[in-house]
């Protein structure tokens, strides 16, 4: 069982930036595949951006936080970030942490984490 506590999220105006981080309990963190995703009231839980196992080698962002965002992972502290910046009103949302083995598609992760707020005022 991984357990995975989001942090970071807050109230931002537009055009700034947060970094979220993601502890993860996991003894072999470093064998996980880490995600992040964001779900906005009333709508569906959206992919936001993925990093590789191990070395974090292989990442993968949604065509909306392209060049804003930033997902890293440092196994030494059991840790995956999202640096956001540039954010937008639009990138308010719940965002969760999400880890897994392999390559998974979509939104097929094994462990969720509770979620963080971010609100980004106009």
């Known amino acids: 069982q991984v357990q995975l506590v989001e942090s970071g999220g807050g109230l931002v105006q537009a055009g700034g930036s947060l970094r979220l981080s993601c502890a993860a309990s996991a003894r072999t963190f470093a064998a996980y595949t880490m995600g992040w995703f964001r779900q906005a009231p009333g709508k569906e839980r959206l992919f936001v951006a993925s990093?590789?196992?191990?070395?974090?080698?292989?990442?993968a962002y949604a065509d909306s936080v392209k060049g804003r965002f930033t997902i890293s992972r440092d196994n030494a502290k059991n840790t995956v970030y999202l640096q956001m910046n540039s954010l937008k009103p639009e990138d308010t949302a719940v965002y969760y942490c999400a880890a897994t083995f392999g390559t998974p598609r979509a939104d097929d992760y094994a462990y969720w984490g509770q979620g963080t707020q971010v609100t980004v005022s106009s």
């Open positions: 990093i590789s196992a191990w070395s974090g080698g292989n990442t």
